[in-house]
């Protein structure tokens, strides 16, 4: 695995791509930008598990609270919106529910 050096507050999302993990973050200039590394959802998950806001929303996304900016719901579960994202970003039925405590603590 190689290493780059990224702090997980500038991570928007994480998307798999066959044998590839496209990082899609905001580089120094304050700017969106993707990296690209050979490795699984699953490594770079445990590699930011002490980070809570980066959650897991689908078994190809993972996805940093932090800049979500809408829900919409689908006949699957939920769509993400995010900032500096074109994109939606889609939430599994496996996932909702731990997305939505996420987004909404207070609610039991």
Sequence with gaps: LRNIS???ENI?????AGNYMIINHIDHNG???????RA???QIESQL?????????HRAFLINMSYVTETMRNSAGLLIKMHHVKKSIPVSRTY???VRTK???STP
């Design 6 to 8: 990224l702090s997980p």
């Design 12 to 16: 928007l999302f994480v998307e798999a």
């Design 31 to 37: 700017k969106p930008t993707q990296t690209q590394l």
């Design 40 to 42: 699984t959802i699953n």
């Design 49 to 57: 598990q002490e980070y809570e806001r980066i959650v897991r929303c």
């Design 96 to 98: 909702t529910k731990s």
């Design 103 to 105: 987004l909404e603590p």
